[in-house]
C-alpha cells in the first residue's frame, strides 16, 4: 500500500485523505497488550456487570448497501442502545468511573473493595461526598453522570457553547450540574481542568492533553468491549474498519485491540473525520500530536475536537493505516440513508457524528484511488461503528446526495 498520499477531492467525497508513514503490522508491545489488549474486555465486564442494564449491543449487517458499495459485507455495530445512554462513551465513562469509586472505598475503608462489594452500602456511604467532573459534546458527560447518580456522587458537566438543549436536558435529567463554556470543546476541556483543580473534584476525561494521569486510558479501555462484541458477532473477521476520529479515543482503542489480536494479519484501520475539525489529520501530516484552529462548528458535533487525546496517539500513531475527513454533507447524506435503506437491510437511527463511519465507507468506496490503495473490493468485509443513535427521528428529505 502506498506509504502517504494526500488529496483534495469534491466536496461530497472524501475532502482530504492521507496515509500513515508510521503505519506498522506487528505484534504490539507488552505495555500496549497489557493496557489496552485480547484481555482488557475481561477486565471492564467484570465491573460493567454491575449496571443491570449492561447488554451486548446488535452488530447489523447491511448486504443491499455492500452490493451498491461493490463490497463483499459491510457490518454496524449499533451502539445507540449502550446502556441505556444512547453511545458507545457509556462504556468509558461507566468503567473509569467505577473504578474510581473502588479505589476511593478502599482508600476510606482502609480494605481493597471487590468489584460485586461497589453498591453495598459501606461503599456508598464512603464515596457520597465526593465530586466527578467532565467536558462533554454530551455522551460522555451522560456516562459519567449516570455513574454519579449511580454510587450517590454529584456531577459537574462542562459543555461548549454549540451543544444543543436537548444534551443539556439529559445531562440534567441525571442530576449533573451543567455549566456553558465559551467558546470550542476544548475550551471546555480546559475549563473543566481548572474548576477541578480549583474545588478538588474529581476529573474523569475522556481526553489528554499535556497528561491527565490514568483516567482518559481507562475509558480507552472501557471502548474495547464494544469491538471485542463486533468480532464475536462476526464470522469471519473483518478485512478494514471505518472508525470515527474525534480525539482518538474509540479509534485508538479499536486499533490498539485489533493490533493484539491479529498482530501481522490485522485489518486495515481507517479513521475518518469531519473536515472542520481533523486533528488527527494534522498530526499525522506533523508526525506528532497537533492542535489545529477551531473552525465552524461541525454537525459531527461528537467529533468537533480540535486536539488529539496524547494517550490515544501513540497507538493512532503505530496503528492506524489513514487519516480521511469528510464534509458535513456526507455525514448527514449518510444518516439519512441508515434511516432509509434499501432492499433488506434493518432501518437504523443514528446520530450524525454516529454514521461517520458509514459516511467514510461510502465516500471510500466511490473514490477509485483511495479504494484501490487500501485493498478495497468484492471480498471486503467491512466493520463500521454506529457510535451513537439519533436524538430524534432523522428527516425524511431526499439525501443531497445518492449511492
Known sequence: MTRYYCAMLTRHTISQYVFNPHAVRDVPSQHVRDWIGRDAPIRVRQLLNLCPRHRTTPLRRLDSLASKLGVGSVFAKDEGERLGLGSFKALGGAYAVTLLVLQWASQQLGHSVPPEAAMTREVLQAVEDRTLCCATDGNHGRSVAAGARLFGCKAVIFVHQNVCQVRRAMLRALDAQVIEVPGTYDDSVDACAIAARKHGWHLVSDT???????????????????????????????????????????????????????????????????????????????????????????????????????????????????????????????????????????????GISGGVGIAGLIAAAQDMNFREMVGLDHRSRVLTILTEGADAQPAKETPLTSI
Open 208 to 350: 489528554s492533553w499535556n497528561s491527565d494521569g490514568d483516567v482518559p486510558a481507562d475509558v480507552m479501555r472501557g471502548y474495547t468491549v464494544l469491538i471485542d462484541e463486533a468480532l464475536s458477532q462476526m464470522d469471519l473477521p473483518p478485512t478494514h474498519v471505518f472508525v470515527q476520529g474525534g480525539v482518538g479515543g474509540l479509534a485508538g482503542a479499536v486499533a490498539g485491540y485489533l493490533a493484539d489480536v491479529f498482530g501481522t494479519v490485522r485489518p486495515i484501520i481507517i479513521v475518518v473525520e469531519p473536515d472542520q475539525a481533523g486533528c488527527l489529520f494534522a498530526s499525522v501530516l506533523a508526525g506528532r500530536p497537533a492542535e489545529i484552529p477551531a473552525d465552524m462548528p461541525t454537525a459531527m458535533a461528537m467529533l468537533e475536537c480540535y486536539r488529539p487525546s496524547e494517550t490515544a496517539w501513540p497507538i493512532l500513531d503505530r496503528y492506524a493505516d489513514a487519516i480521511m475527513t469528510l464534509p458535513d454533507a456526507a455525514a448527514i447524506d449518510a444518516v439519512w440513508h441508515l434511516a432509509n435503506p434499501s432492499g433488506t437491510d434493518p432501518v437504523i437511527a443514528a
